[in-house]
């Protein structure tokens, strides 16, 4: 199947953002998202310690805790004049935020690594503007393929639902029902016991064939970061100019294991 997923992902968190303003508010102490209620997220300085993931021997266990969270939605300009410059992303005249949760679901001992990639604007928790299943199936030692899957057609919950210490939600998806999405998947390689990387390589670009598109996705403890690159027929960088834009999304909390 195709690697188009960060693609996709890419156009969707473009339209998001063309309706969003250039402020640079911060989220109130970055935390403002989440629940009041006693839920599954961890909110401490363990979340974003190499010391938690680095005890996690097997590199699939260890992506797939290094995933698992919530997270902030951030643009990162590059400037070769001024450095970064990142900015959440605003949107609805600076009264939304973007934010990403990825939700652990099921029993890992009975049905391997799966993710629930729920993704909302803060005043519309409850109505995700992308959620889809992921399951991360290890091919060898630092190989992992995030395979896509859609959704069952009555998964409903709402955010609180899906959040709360006491619920089943995510443990009572029939996985061996769920139908894999047309989305297609991607690979992750380890490239240090912290990092993984997706790299799509040179692909055709589906609206111009003669040119190409690449995207980076890179996973750490701290963060995902998606970079999308175009390039001409001879694969020369279309960016060019002194300024680069990123999207990354910073972890605000962890879930409890």
């Given at each position: 199947m195709k690697n188009v997923i960060p693609y996709l992902l890419g156009i969707l968190l473009f339209i998001i953002g063309v309706s969003a303003c250039s402020s640079t508010q911060e989220i109130t102490s970055g935390t403002s998202f989440l629940p009041k209620k006693k839920t599954i997220l961890i909110q401490d300085k363990s979340i974003i310690q190499d010391e938690t993931y680095q005890k996690i021997k097997n590199n699939?266990?260890?992506?797939?805790?290094?995933?698992?969270?919530?997270?902030?939605?951030?643009?990162?300009?590059e400037d070769s004049v001024k450095g970064e410059d990142a900015r959440p992303w605003m949107v609805n005249d600076g009264k939304d935020s973007v934010f990403i949760y990825f939700l652990p679901a099921g029993d890992v001992n009975k049905v391997g690594h799966w993710l629930l990639c729920?993704?909302?604007?803060?005043?519309l928790p409850d109505d995700p503007v992308f959620n889809i299943l992921i399951n991360l199936?290890?091919?060898?030692?630092?190989?992992?393929?995030?395979?896509?899957?859609?959704?069952?057609?009555?998964?409903?919950?709402t955010l609180e639902e899906l959040l709360s210490n006491n619920s089943d939600v995510l443990n009572s998806i029939d996985f061996a029902l769920l139908e894999e999405s047309e989305e297609g998947n991607i690979t992750y390689v380890r490239k240090t016991p912290l990092l993984f990387?997706?790299?799509s390589g040179f692909t055709i670009h589906p609206k111009y064939p003669k040119e190409f598109f690449r995207e980076i996705w890179e996973v750490s403890p701290t963060d995902h970061e998606y970079l999308s690159q175009y390039y001409d027929s001879t694969k020369v960088s279309l960016g060019g100019g002194p300024y680069r834009r990123?999207?990354?999304?910073?972890?605000?909390?962890?879930?409890k294991r």
């Open positions: 699939t266990a260890r992506l797939h805790a290094m995933l698992s969270g919530a997270y902030v939605q951030y643009t990162i300009w729920y993704q909302i604007l803060t005043s199936v290890e091919i060898d030692r630092d190989t992992t393929r995030a395979v896509y899957y859609n959704v069952p057609n009555n998964f409903d919950p990387i997706n790299d990123r999207t990354k999304f910073v972890k605000r909390a962890g879930v």
